[in-house]
């Protein structure tokens, strides 16, 4: 097991940048075994799989509905992942959670599929990222 730490939500107004960062730490893999990636929890709307990125950086997913605003990378120096969110809109408001899974161990194309399925493995508390009108 591993623990995710987010930090870095809060409140802005529509059209503003906010960058949320997840530390990896625990006594499971460092991070240089896990896919990372985010979903979100938004208001009327299921969990949706935001973003991954592989363990090289090399290959990342973003949902159409970010796709152009967030951006995500990696660190594994710091054991830590970042989303980049830009052009924030009021329907991005949501509770968003930073998660990891063993790409080591599954591949990359199994990780989107666990994405789409919410079935990462390791999961953050989540923090709350709050748009204005």
């Known amino acids: 097991q591993v623990h995710l730490v987010e930090s870095g939500g809060g409140l802005v107004q529509a059209g503003d940048s906010l960058r949320v960062s997840c530390v990896v730490s625990g006594p499971g893999p460092e991070i240089t075994a896990f896919a990372m990636g985010w979903f979100r929890r938004v208001p009327g709307n299921d969990r949706e799989f935001v973003t991954a990125i592989s363990v090289d950086g090399e290959k990342i997913y973003y949902s159409d509905s970010v796709q152009g605003r967030f951006f995500i990378s990696r660190d594994n120096a710091k054991s830590t992942a970042y989303l980049q969110m830009n052009s924030l809109k009021p329907d991005d408001t949501g509770v968003y959670y930073c998660?990891?899974?063993?790409?080591?161990?599954?591949?990359?194309?199994?990780?989107?599929?666990?994405?789409?399925?919410?079935?990462?493995?390791?999961w953050g508390q989540g923090i709350q990222v709050t748009v204005s009108s």
């Open positions: 998660a990891a899974d063993l790409e080591v161990v599954y591949g990359w194309s199994a990780i989107l599929r666990h994405g789409v399925q919410g079935h990462f493995s390791n």
